[in-house]
């Protein structure tokens, strides 16, 4: 059984709707909505909220596959904004740099 089957199933078990799902979980209706139907996976902390809210193991919640797929997502984000502050202080570092010299001779600093 996926993942998205497995959370419509807790939620189900638990006589709950979507929207008292994503209350408990602190998310949007429409994010449990993209989980159940497998359009989407949710982030490590929601993973973990979502366990401990149904008082299940990670393990039974996901398969292996799922669990590394979500992982490397995670993984990926995480990167990707590193790059962007990383590439963001060097524009503004080499900005500065150009500049620089062009402010002294005119006396300003």
Not at 6 to 11: A, G, S, T, V
Not at 19 to 43: D, H, M
Request: glycine share 6%; proline share 2%.
């Amino acid at each position: 059984m996926e993942f998205n089957e497995k959370l419509q199933e807790l939620r189900k078990n638990r006589g709950m709707t979507q929207e008292e799902l994503a209350n408990e979980l602190y998310v949007s209706r429409t994010a449990i909505s993209k989980w159940e139907s497998g359009k989407g996976y949710p982030n490590i902390d929601s993973l973990r909220a979502i366990s401990k809210f149904f008082s299940v193991s990670l393990d039974d919640l996901l398969s292996g596959e799922e669990i590394l797929d979500a992982a490397e997502t995670e993984l990926e984000t995480k990167v990707h904004k590193l790059k962007d502050i990383i590439f963001g202080t060097l524009d503004c570092s080499l900005s500065m740099l150009f500049f620089f010299p062009f402010l002294v001779r005119k006396g300003v600093v």
